[in-house]
């Protein structure tokens, strides 16, 4: 559906020039959810204009479907995004237009009769949950309910892809998960593809098939989404992970750090346990096994589309020789063990 | 000039003394005004949204055709903003005549009123413009929208307020500007006052020449709070 072959993206002025997005090549698939996460100045606001001709590449291609978006005419470019729906961090709406008159704007500008256009948004208003509030004006509805004008607007079309831009990053937890909720109806019902740029890792683990992390302008690692969280190979990925596994990310950080001060001689470990593999009690088992004392320090469980992850940090304490054994035991029983040392990366 | 006002004569006397106003005449007068402000104000706002237009859309395009326009445009505007209305309406004179035909009456005031106000609301316009959310133009770029769908279903609608803010600004500034006019000829309750009441020392006319411009500002204000309250849906 969505092909980047090498894409940079150069940004220059009078003192310097930056690289935004830096020999991207990506390939989307129809009907995929997926994620683009990066930290703010990542280039992945930049890159997910680019899809839709906001901005384009300095160099190499973006293909939507057949169409090379960077070869358009402007009229060609101006037909090609009412297939292409996008959603913001701040909605976008226009305060002047109720509800509904926001969700005819597309089709106003797609030159749709008048009657099939009145038909279409109050299919779309149904769509999204927002029956009843037609009339109301932006400034009247809550940021979630706004988030849904913008997604039923963003679909007026019937667009082949919706791009969000952030756009649960500024709604409070519950919302996001609403929306996401939506957009994962969404995705399941029209076969839609969905491109989202996120910086919250959360995002991607609860409703993304992949997803690609950036860093500087490129990808520095891409996958299905259970694979990375499972086994993250950058830096920057396994930060992103820690963000999401522990909220208060910075206080374990420091725990961990006090607790390797504390006992030099003790081996600080990370659990990973997935889907169903946490159900025999692992721990009782290693304790009763080997010589150590085991000191839980915290641990949580997410879920993803469709796979749980366990995470557990654990202390372990005794000799060099048992920790090392109880190490091999725990993989051997297919719990993913991470030994976190003094040099924790972040 | 011999500055006449009756010596000994009590002030309040000076100021009731009606029987020296000739009603028809203030009636008169006062329909020259509104003649005058309203044809300007008409024609100052179809200007002053294409000058606010040209402003716009000139800032930030990189091309040097639109680098030329916008320089013109700002240059003219400033010139125009910068003259004290009283020496344009007099520096226009030949100008007037040209086009006019002739350079007293209501309609020789309005080429002066129109070219002094226009740049004013035109600056107003574009301010208008750039306090919309680019967000939104971004946006309504993304569904596929051209240059005019996003002049006609965005910047204009979603500035709605500020511009008839500034309108109503404009056209009480506008009502002062025709009664200077009005003291060089144009007609008018300027040129009342000035005519009977100063000149022919009746503080009356003069009294009643005011009372009657003011009326015309408040109701000028009124209207204009009471249609920004009505298209304003920001909260």
Known sequence: MINLKNVNKVFSNKEDTIKAVDDVS???????????????????????????????????????????????????????????????????????????????????????????????????IQLVGLEGREEAYPSQLSGGQKQRVGIARALANDPKVLLCDEATSSLDPQTTDNILELLLDINRRLNLTIVMITHE?????????????????????????????????????KRFIRQDTDPKNENTDKILEQLIEQYPNGKLLQLKFHNGDAQSPILSKIIREFEIDINIIQGNIQTTQDVMLGSLYVQLLGDKTAIEQAIEKFKQMKVEVEVIEHDLER | MIW????????????????????????AATKETVFMSFASVVAVFFLGLVIGLLLFETQEQKSLFSKIINRLVAFFVNVFRSIPFIILIVLLLPFTKEIV????????????????????????????????DRGVLEAAESMGASKLEIIFKVLLPESLPSIVAGITTTAISLVGYTAMAGVIGAGGLGNLAYLEG??????????????????IVFIIQITGDILVKNVDKRS
Request: charged share 20%; proline share 4%; glycine share 8%.
């Open chain 2, 101 to 132: 035909g002739r350079i007293t009456g209501p309609v020789a005031g309005i080429p002066a009123l129109i070219i002094a106000a226009a740049p004013f609301f035109g600056r107003l316009v574009e301010t208008g413009f750039r306090e919309i």
């Open chain 2, 4 to 27: 006449n006002v009756n010596v000994g004569q009590n002030i309040f006397e000076q100021y009731t003394e009606f029987s020296e106003v000739n009603w028809l005449r203030v009636w």
């Open chain 1, 26 to 124: 990506l390939s989307i698939q129809t009907g995929e959810i997926y994620g683009i996460i990066g930290y703010s100045g990542a280039g992945k606001s930049t890159l997910i204009r680019m899809l839709n001709g906001l901005e384009l590449p300095s160099s190499g291609d973006v293909f939507i479907g057949k169409q090379n978006i960077n070869k358009l005419t402007n009229r060609e470019l101006r037909t090609t995004r009412q297939e292409i729906g996008m959603i913001f961090q701040h909605f976008n709406l226009l305060w002047s237009r109720t509800v509904k008159e926001n969700v005819l704007f597309p089709l106003e500008i797609a030159n749709v009769p008048k009657e099939e256009r009145l038909k279409k948004a109050e299919e779309l």
């Open chain 1, 201 to 237: 890792m959360n995002v991607i683990r609860k409703i993304c098939h992949r997803v690609a992390v950036m860093d500087h302008g490129r990808v520095v690692e891409e996958g299905e989404v259970v694979t990375v969280f499972k086994h993250p190979e950058q830096a920057i990925t």
């Open chain 2, 198 to 215: 100063f000149q022919r020392s009746q503080p009356t006319v003069t009294l009643v020449a005011t009372v009657f411009i003011l009326i």
